[in-house]
């Protein structure tokens, strides 16, 4: 993930604020990370850095929901 820092604990920083995160996927935690609760709404990162779609940085729960938010609002 290019745009996010990973530390050993799963710590990320979100890759559309900046703001830390915990990403349990990241963190090879045997629960679920908690973004698999919220709607499908970006694609998520499934691989080493440099190989395209996995580039594509995990985001907060703050910023993943007001995305999610933003694709349900009607389009004028």
Not at 39 to 56: F, I
Not at 57 to 62: I, K
């Amino acid at each position: 993930m290019s745009a996010t820092t990973s530390s050993p604990a799963g710590l990320q920083r979100c890759g559309r604020c900046g703001a830390e995160l915990h990403c349990a996927m990241a963190a090879g935690d045997a629960a679920p990370c908690w973004c698999t609760e919220l709607p499908p709404a970006v694609p998520v990162p499934s691989g080493p850095t440099g190989t395209g779609a996995a580039d594509a940085a995990c985001w907060c729960r703050a910023c993943l929901t007001a995305h999610i938010a933003s694709l349900q609002r009607p389009h004028d």
